[in-house]
């Protein structure tokens, strides 16, 4: 049912003409689905209330609660088509009441960490872009028949939302930014191992597909109330620059079971990391931070070594995150472990001396659909210096694409073979004493790999040719004779 649900949304989506990617399908999905999800949020809310005699009190005013301007309904509990907005006076009140009336809640939430606040600021950060009133009223009308009053209604939800992210990623050259494979996501996850009661940081977000996988790893129906109470409050923490990114990863974490995500729209690297507190540090760090970037003078002065990448500065503010023993798995470009840029070198021998390095997950090309560029997972943990760097190859036996994709098979000896770091055809052990200081070179170098036969000269190549020519000419001589 739902699946059919989000295909028709799609259809109405498509019919407007204010559509015209799968990022716009995603966000304009997304505000919608966030309203009902909190019109069933209170309505379960103010249900327990009356059970337990008390008053409940809406966030949302009578007027802008999804049933009175989205899904009025008659006395019989039907859609009354009579009183629905729609056509232009839809797009009025959306536009002109009901954004502006949810803008507000960013300055009268209580504090940031609220749903009030996210309301607040979900709203002030984008737009509705429906055109026409009569495809938003055919979108209302069907995100309406969608519940989120139980956990299994929210799974298939959350699975079908993830499809839409994944084809968000697949729709530009960018994606990487917005959907790394979920695979790979697990386990890097698996082998940081989160302990719940430790807290899991994310400084570029996007999607939230970390924490959301983070959550799905340490959840359990063994967990106590105030387990559980960790576990939603005090354990996921992330920010987000972008607009888009950062209402997706919020609704995301919400479909996956977190009611009030602790994500913070701001860019991360805009904090200074000589002022990063203690209470501000986190036990581990999962993150795919943007590749690139070319970050402006002003940014690039909060951080020691200063560079245009960006990446490389969410590096140098995810070392200075964790705590001492903390533990961190990071995406970036394989390049990071060659370049002989000053900045390069610098960040890796930063890396190397502060934190121990102890595996780096070499990922092969089409790992992220729409990015051209190869990557690897650096594992450290943070306090002590490197030693030994085992390293993995991850090879799947055939081409990655949009078509056939990386999947948790593919990840599983890495993951087997991890713990104890053990050398085979595609694991090895480089020592730190073996790596050249003057360069921190961390080049991906298999010693098992079989051996390529060596070029031939310029001149073998050509005397092989000149004598293929002639034993030619022989054949076509002694054809020419039996003619």
Same mark, same amino acid.
């Given at each position: 049912?739902?699946?059919?649900?989000?295909?028709?949304?799609?259809?109405?989506?498509?019919?407007?003409?204010?559509?015209?990617?799968?990022?716009?399908?995603?966000?304009?999905?997304?505000?919608?689905?966030?309203?009902?999800?909190?019109?069933?949020?209170?309505?379960?809310?103010?249900?327990?209330?009356? @059970?337990?005699?008390?008053?409940?009190?809406?966030?949302?005013?009578?007027?802008?609660?999804?049933?009175a301007w989205a899904a009025p309904k008659?006395?019989?509990?039907?859609?009354?088509?009579?009183?629905?907005?729609?056509?232009?006076?839809?797009?009025?009140?959306?536009?002109?009441?009901?954004?502006?009336?949810?803008?507000? =809640?960013?300055?009268?939430?209580?504090?940031?960490?609220?749903?009030?606040?996210?309301?607040?600021?979900?709203?002030?950060?984008?737009?509705?872009?429906?055109?026409?009133?009569?495809?938003?009223?055919?979108?209302?009308?069907?995100?309406?028949?969608?519940?989120?009053?139980?956990?299994?209604?929210?799974?298939?939800?959350?699975?079908?939302?993830?499809?839409?992210?994944?084809?968000?990623?697949?729709?530009?050259?960018?994606?990487?930014?917005?959907?790394?494979?979920?695979?790979?996501?697990?386990?890097?996850?698996?082998?940081?191992?989160?302990?719940?009661?430790?807290?899991?940081?994310?400084?570029?977000?996007?999607?939230?597909?970390?924490?959301?996988?983070?959550?799905?790893?340490?959840?359990?129906?063994?967990?106590? *109330?105030?387990?559980?109470?960790?576990?939603?409050?005090?354990?996921?923490?992330?920010?987000?620059k972008k607009s888009l990114a950062y209402?997706?990863?919020?609704?995301?974490?919400?479909?996956?079971?977190?009611? *009030?995500?602790?994500?913070?729209?701001a860019n991360t690297l805009n904090q200074?990391?000589?002022?990063?507190?203690?209470?501000?540090?986190?036990?581990?760090?999962?993150?795919?931070?943007? =590749?690139?970037?070319?970050?402006?003078?002003?940014?690039?002065?909060?951080?020691?070594?200063?560079?245009?990448? *960006?990446?490389?500065?969410?590096?140098?503010?995810?070392?200075?995150?964790?705590?001492?023993?903390?533990?961190?798995?990071?995406?970036?470009?394989?390049?990071?472990?060659?370049?002989?840029?000053?900045?390069?070198?610098?960040?890796?021998?930063?890396?190397?001396?502060?934190?121990?390095?102890?595996?780096? @997950?070499?990922?092969?090309?089409?790992?992220?659909?729409?990015?051209?560029?190869?990557?690897?997972?650096?594992?450290?943990?943070?306090?002590?210096? *490197?030693?030994?760097?085992?390293?993995?190859?991850?090879?799947?036996?055939?081409?990655?694409?949009?078509?056939?994709?990386?999947?948790?098979?593919?990840?599983?000896?890495?993951?087997?073979?991890?713990?104890?770091?053990?050398?085979?055809?595609?694991?090895?052990?480089?020592?730190?004493?073996?790596?050249?200081?003057?360069?921190?070179?961390?080049?991906?170098?298999?010693?098992?790999?079989?051996?390529?036969?060596?070029?031939?000269?310029?001149?073998?190549?050509?005397?092989?040719?000149?004598?293929?020519?002639?034993?030619?000419?022989?054949?076509?001589?002694?054809?020419?004779?039996?003619?």
């Open positions: 049912m739902f699946e059919n649900a989000f295909n028709n949304i799609d259809k109405a989506l498509r019919n407007d003409e204010g559509m015209a990617t799968e990022l716009d399908y995603a966000e304009q999905t997304s505000w919608l689905l966030f309203l009902k999800y909190l019109d069933d949020r209170e309505a379960e809310r103010a249900d327990n209330a009356e @059970l337990e005699g008390r008053e409940y009190r809406p966030i949302l005013d009578g007027a802008y609660r999804w049933q008659d006395e019989n509990g039907e859609f009354d088509h009579n009183t629905a907005k729609t056509g232009t006076d839809l797009i009025d009140f959306v536009n002109r009441e009901l954004f502006p009336y949810l803008q507000t =809640f960013r300055q009268s939430a209580p504090s940031v960490d609220t749903l009030e606040y996210k309301i607040g600021e979900i709203f002030s950060e984008i737009i509705c872009k429906f055109r026409s009133g009569y495809a938003l009223r055919d979108a209302i009308e069907i995100v309406d028949t969608l519940t989120f009053n139980s956990q299994q209604a929210k799974h298939e939800l959350s699975d079908l939302y993830e499809t839409r992210i994944r084809r968000m990623g697949n729709a530009g050259r960018n994606g990487g930014e917005y959907y790394t494979p979920r695979p790979l996501i697990r386990a890097m996850i698996r082998v940081v191992d989160p302990k719940l009661g430790e807290t899991i940081y994310d400084g570029a977000c996007g999607s939230a597909g970390f924490l959301c996988e983070a959550y799905e790893y340490l959840k359990s129906d063994s967990l106590s *109330t105030n387990e559980w109470d960790t576990l939603q409050r005090q354990t996921f923490y992330g920010q987000e209402v997706i990863g919020i609704m995301n974490m919400i479909l996956h079971g977190i009611e *009030t995500p602790a994500i913070t729209h200074k990391v000589t002022e990063i507190r203690e209470a501000d540090r986190h036990d581990i760090v999962l993150a795919n931070p943007p =590749f690139g970037g070319g970050e402006r003078k002003e940014v690039q002065h909060n951080f020691p070594i200063k560079t245009g990448e *960006t990446a490389y500065l969410f590096l140098q503010h995810f070392i200075r995150k964790l705590r001492a023993g903390g533990r961190g798995a990071v995406v970036i470009k394989n390049t990071f472990l060659s370049n002989t840029d000053n900045a390069s070198v610098d960040l890796r021998k930063e890396l190397l001396t502060t934190c121990n390095l102890h595996t780096v @997950l070499d990922c092969p090309s089409g790992t992220f659909q729409g990015a051209g560029v190869k990557t690897v997972v650096l594992f450290f943990d943070k306090g002590a210096p *490197t030693k030994h760097v085992w390293y993995y190859q991850l090879d799947p036996g055939r081409s990655l694409g949009k078509t056939n994709p990386l999947n948790d098979d593919d990840l599983a000896e890495f993951v087997e073979l991890q713990p104890n770091k053990a050398d085979s055809a595609k694991g090895w052990t480089v020592a730190i004493d073996d790596i050249d200081p003057a360069t921190w070179d961390l080049s991906v170098k298999n010693p098992n790999a079989p051996e390529e036969a060596p070029l031939r000269r310029p001149e073998e190549i050509i005397d092989d040719m000149l004598a293929r020519d002639a034993e030619t000419a022989r054949i076509l001589e002694e054809i020419r004779g039996m003619l």
